[in-house]
């Protein structure tokens, strides 16, 4: 590859300069990378050197060693508290009959015999003729054969003394033999299958598992993420002054990572000391308040995947005795995106710091490895037709946030890498090969975690053949629109 710093001639309307990523793929080809590195703390820099040489993966190539990195986490117990959302891996069973005691459905008496009944102590053995005050829910006593309900019930006296006595508002015939009882074993019987493996836990299921006597259930493995946010200028409140930043991860990285499939673990906002990133990378269970106390499966770091001063997580991963998996990745934005094994297992998937980069790349390489270790498949990426021409960009792949107007994909505005106006108002995110695409061609396209399905393609919207999806190709139906359209000015 050559070097580029040239801007880009395909860049879509509504991107500034901000899209040109100056030097991105100079600072990689041009061999000095050693150098820039080594000039900011001597003799520290070491561990990080080996790994600046390697070419940047391609975007397909990063996908798929996201997900060859890492093998399913195996599936152990997890707290009703958490089991929300979670697959079933082995079958919720009745340990016992349920309910496993006789019970009463009604506030009244529990009886033995027909009446009148005298009352005795509550709980105690009912002997013919005997009654005993009874509570909803209450333990049916020993020879109770059935429950008068208070409203159905009189207290009288006889020569003897108070006597339980059918009246009120009672029913001919009640009390029957076993009214107003429930019995045991009438939702399950001891080993009857309640919830199915495989079955995704709702409410109900973690009541029917905590009524059964379970305080765990045993879930498929899904990965625990933190989340380390980094940068000194980053404000989590109020309007950012000149030279700050308000922080856009804090809001929108929890949701999106358990969109992906991970359990969000808790945050830590760290500055730009070598020394702060060491510390939080070696973390391996941090005190998160109100967070599951477990060990992270992947830390998402944000920010500091330059090479500048302030960029210490190579160096940081290379400390520790990491080893990198991805460093870089040949598409804009997200360039800069790294993937790190440390030696105890815990993956480090370093995000760029400008937004838009940081999300690219948490679809390029934090979907598939959330995918891998969540039991799932590589995530989907389908076609759309693309309603421009957007020309070649050598030897990099341009993520493009797109909204379909008219079944076709028109790239959004306002899709800097710095800016999140673009991707909150798109319908997806085109995957623009090098060599670009032909109008009305279909173009790679994956949907977002939160927004619609990528729709499937329509008859006759393709002119051109689709180099990867077979179902496209049925010229039928009404022809595609000749023509560039320009549909920038309907876009928001
Ligand atoms: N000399 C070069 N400079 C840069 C290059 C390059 O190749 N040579 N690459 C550019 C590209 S591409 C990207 S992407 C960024 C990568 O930046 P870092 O990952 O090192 O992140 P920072 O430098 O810390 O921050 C970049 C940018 O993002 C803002 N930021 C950081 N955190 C947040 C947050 N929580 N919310 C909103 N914005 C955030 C930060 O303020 C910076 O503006 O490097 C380019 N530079
Ligand atoms: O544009 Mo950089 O590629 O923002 O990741």
């Known amino acids: 590859m050559t070097a580029e710093t040239r801007s880009d001639p395909a860049a879509p309307p509504g991107t500034g300069p901000e899209d040109a990523c100056p030097g991105e793929t100079a600072r990689e080809e041009s061999g000095t990378a050693d150098a820039e590195f080594g000039t900011t703390e001597p003799g520290e820099a070491e561990p990080g050197r080996s790994h600046h040489h390697h070419l940047a993966h391609t975007w397909e190539e990063a996908r798929q060693a996201a997900y060859d990195a890492a093998t399913p986490i195996p599936p152990g117990p997890v707290a009703l508290s958490i089991a929300l959302g979670r697959k079933l891996d082995q079958d919720i069973v009745a340990l016992q009959d349920m309910p496993h005691y006789a019970s009463s459905a009604m506030d009244g008496w529990a009886v033995n015999g027909s009446g009148p009944w005298i009352p005795v102590e509550p709980g105690a053995r009912l002997a013919p003729h005997q009654a005993s005050p009874i509570a ?56 009857d299958i309640l919830v199915k493996a495989g079955v995704e836990l709702n409410p109900a299921h973690l009541a029917l598992a905590a009524l059964a006597g379970y305080d765990e259930v045993q879930v498929q493995g899904k990965p625990v993420v933190r989340l380390v946010l980094t940068g000194s200028e980053v404000v989590e409140r109020g309007t950012p002054a000149p030279g700050q930043v308000r922080d856009t991860f804090g809001p929108q990285l929890p949701a999106v990572v358990a969109m992906l499939g991970g359990i969000h673990a808790g945050q830590q906002r760290i500055g730009d000391s070598y020394a702060e990133w060491l510390a939080a990378l070696e973390d391996v269970v941090p005190e998160v308040p109100e967070a599951p106390d477990l060990p992270a499966d992947v830390v998402i770091t944000t920010g500091g995947t330059g090479r500048s001063g302030t960029d ?144 499937p393609p329509k008859e006759g919207a393709a002119k051109a053949k689709p180099r990867s999806n077979a179902r496209a190709a049925q010229p039928k139906g009404k022809p595609a629109s000749n023509g560039p359209v320009d549909w920038s000015a309907l876009l928001g």
Not at 162 to 180: D, I, L, Q
């Open 136 to 191: 909803t829910g209450g333990l049916i006593p020993v020879g109770g054969k059935a429950v008068l309900r208070t409203e159905s019930a009189v207290l009288g006296q006889d020569d003897e003394g108070p006597v339980v006595m059918v009246g009120g508002k009672a029913r001919p015939g009640e009390p029957r033999a076993g009214e107003h009882i429930r019995k045991a074993g009438e939702e399950a019987l001891e080993g």
């Open 312 to 455: 210490h997580l190579r160096r940081a991963v290379a400390e520790l005795g990491g080893r990198l998996i991805i460093d870089g990745v040949a598409m804009r934005p997200g360039h800069p995106a790294v993937l790190a094994e440390l030696p105890d297992g815990r993956f480090v998937l370093g995000l760029p710091g400008n937004p838009l980069a940081a999300m690219m790349a948490l679809s390029t390489v934090g979907a598939p490895l959330f995918a891998v270790l969540g039991h799932r498949a590589m995530p989907d990426v389908q076609t759309v037709p693309c309603g421009t021409m957007i020309e070649a960009d050598p030897g990099r792949t341009r993520l493009m946030p797109f909204r379909l107007l008219y079944g076709m994909a028109s790239p959004a505005q306002h899709t800097g890498p710095g800016m999140m106006r673009g991707l909150a108002a798109a319908d997806g995110v085109l995957v623009v090969p090098p060599h670009g695409v032909q109008l009305g061609e279909p173009v790679p396209a994956f949907a977002l975690p939160w927004g619609p399905p990528i729709p």
